[in-house]
């Protein structure tokens, strides 16, 4: 897996997930959002209209991910706020 963040101010570099590794919330807040991405995003969104929105993969609607952007990313676009997947 590989994860990674644009924005018209910046983009990060890509954080590759080795193969076999358990994803979960736990996981990604303490690997990813905790020691890559906190630091890193707040420059890219300080003094700019821009806001902070994640897919829908399940460590990113878990609650406890959604609790840590909320408490650390006022402009984030919650779980809750995201539109309806149709499928046809």
């Given at each position: 897996?590989?994860?990674?963040?644009i924005s018209p101010k910046a983009k990060l570099?890509?954080?590759?997930i080795?193969?076999?590794?358990?994803?979960?919330?736990?996981?990604?807040?303490e690997e990813v959002f905790v020691g890559n991405f906190?630091?890193?995003?707040s420059s890219m969104?300080?003094?700019?209209?821009?806001?902070?929105?994640?897919?829908s993969a399940p460590i990113h609607k878990a609650r406890i991910s959604?609790?840590?952007?909320k408490d650390n990313k006022p402009s984030l676009i919650s779980a809750?706020?995201?539109?309806?997947?149709?499928r046809f």
């Open positions: 897996m590989v994860w990674g963040a570099n890509l954080i590759f080795d193969k076999g590794v358990k994803l979960n919330a736990k996981y990604y807040l906190s630091a890193h995003v969104l300080r003094d700019s209209p821009n806001c902070f929105q994640q897919d959604q609790q840590r952007c809750d706020e995201w539109p309806l997947r149709l």
